[in-house]
């Protein structure tokens, strides 16, 4: 099937094009530590856009993108000096990424197939929080006078692959849907994988 698409493609008008975009996506982030739940895993949804050109079946494409950022809130109840006390943290990430991305693309009639792979060039940014320095910590110690709070950010670059749908309603405008899934590598021991369903508008021009 994907033979008789890009065949059509090769002969099409519609195949030498240059298209930007745009698209909502929904992050969707596992991580592979041994911790059950992981305080990492989640989902957030985030904006993407992109902008590419086609010559025959070939596609070049940049993409960039960014998530609202995934949180995770819990509280701990410990006995400190016979007293009950309630200890509350929050992790917090987002991710920031571009991607170069290459592969091929056929149409059937409105309908628009493309198959894509890359690098990418991810930023991670990691923020806890914690008032058990409060409530822990005793002098001669410092003890802060409210939460604290550690900052992290880490950037790698991973392989991305992606597959994308899109049908013009007219010759210039369409409505995009896919999916793209890469690993996340923030340490040698810190690991998991992130898919990225999205959906949007494309505009096209010859």
Do not use: C
Not at 5 to 21: H, I, Y
Not at 92 to 104: K, P
Not at 149 to 158: I, Q
């Amino acid at each position: 099937m994907l033979l008789v698409v890009l065949s059509l493609s090769a002969v099409s008008l519609e195949a030498q094009s240059l298209t930007v975009g745009g698209a909502i996506q929904q992050n969707m982030q596992r991580f592979d530590e041994d911790l059950s739940p992981n305080r990492l895993d989640g989902n957030s949804f985030g904006g993407m856009l992109m902008g590419g050109a086609r010559l025959g079946p070939l596609v070049v494409r940049g993409e960039a993108s960014r998530d609202w950022g995934i949180r995770d809130v819990q509280s701990t109840t410990l006995t400190l000096n016979g007293r009950a006390t309630t200890i509350h943290s929050e992790l917090t990430h987002d991710m920031r990424e571009v991607a170069a991305l290459a592969g091929l693309a056929g149409n059937l009639g409105r309908v628009e197939m493309s198959v894509l792979g890359g690098v990418s060039s991810v930023w991670v940014h990691r923020s806890f929080s914690t008032d058990a320095g409060q409530f822990v910590l005793i002098p001669p110690s410092t003890v802060p006078i409210a939460p604290t709070t550690t900052t992290l950010v880490d950037r790698f670059a991973t392989w991305t692959a992606e597959v994308d749908v899109a049908v013009y309603v007219t010759p210039r405008l369409g409505v995009i849907g896919g999916v793209r899934g890469q690993p996340i590598l923030l340490s040698e021991d810190l690991s998991g994988r992130n898919v990225r369903p999205f959906a949007g508008a494309v505009w096209r021009f010859k």
